[in-house]
């Protein structure tokens, strides 16, 4: 079996995840976070907006100058950790795409929007349909840092476009099979690239997911090797 290639660092977790199920991977960091000194805008806001754990981590080290500030964030773990530490969640999503209601009965406030240099387009193209005031902050950079595999993967798992776009750098092509944290990142793919995502979108799930279909395949793939041997 050719290995699951992860083109991103692996957390912990992830790693004994994969080392349980005993399956060959190799994890390719392909992005570098360059995190950014934050100006914070003066004015008045009523929502700040995080979609990103490296924004979460920004606030986690310097909180914004804004009393009150009300928190709208993307992912159920930012949500968590910055509950925890003080912030006042009022609202929480999956993905950008699924804020759409809440922003929809709350169009007549003004946002702060403290993301990275890339992402975040989904949110910004629905603030800029419903005519809503916000203003947006860089918090760190995304560096692609493409370099050529030296094995063939056997799969492969994407947590972001970035790593679709920089491992097209130096691949090219993507003819093995491919996993998505989600719809947002699937759409990064070349046209006629199909991918599966778990339902909710998480590192773990997405990951668990290409395990179950590696598992299956090599299984169906045992069992057929099987017949055939008993037939000669």
């Known amino acids: 079996m050719n290995p699951l290639t992860v083109a991103h660092a692996l957390k912990k977790e992830e790693e004994d995840l994969l080392q349980q199920a005993g399956v060959p991977y190799h994890a390719l960091s392909f992005t570098e976070i360059v995190p950014l000194t934050i100006d914070w805008p003066g004015g008045h806001f009523d929502y700040l907006v995080i979609s990103s754990p490296q924004v979460v981590q920004c606030l986690l080290e310097e909180k914004p100058p804004y009393p009150h500030l ?16 003080g912030y006042t969640v009022v609202h929480q999503a999956a993905r950008g795409a699924l804020l759409s209601d809440f922003f929809q009965r709350h169009c007549k406030e003004c946002y702060l929007f403290i993301k990275g240099d890339r992402g975040g387009s989904d949110i910004l193209t629905l603030w800029q349909h419903l005519k809503i005031n916000y203003r947006e902050v860089i918090a760190y950079r995304l560096l692609l840092t493409p370099y050529p595999l030296n094995v063939q993967p056997g799969a492969l798992v994407f947590f972001s476009p970035a790593a679709i776009e920089c491992f097209l750098q130096v691949q090219g092509i993507i003819n093995v099979p491919v996993y998505c ?37 090599s299984d169906a793939a045992d069992e057929r090797s099987r017949v055939d041997l008993g037939g000669r």
């Open 70 to 85: 009300l928190l709208v964030v993307v992912g159920e773990k930012s949500a968590a950790r910055l509950k925890k530490a």
């Open 181 to 217: 944290i989600g719809p947002t990142t699937a759409a990064a793919l070349p046209q006629g690239i199909l991918a599966k995502w778990p339902p909710k979108p998480s590192r773990l799930a997405t990951l668990r997911l290409a395990l179950t279909c590696l598992l299956y395949t």
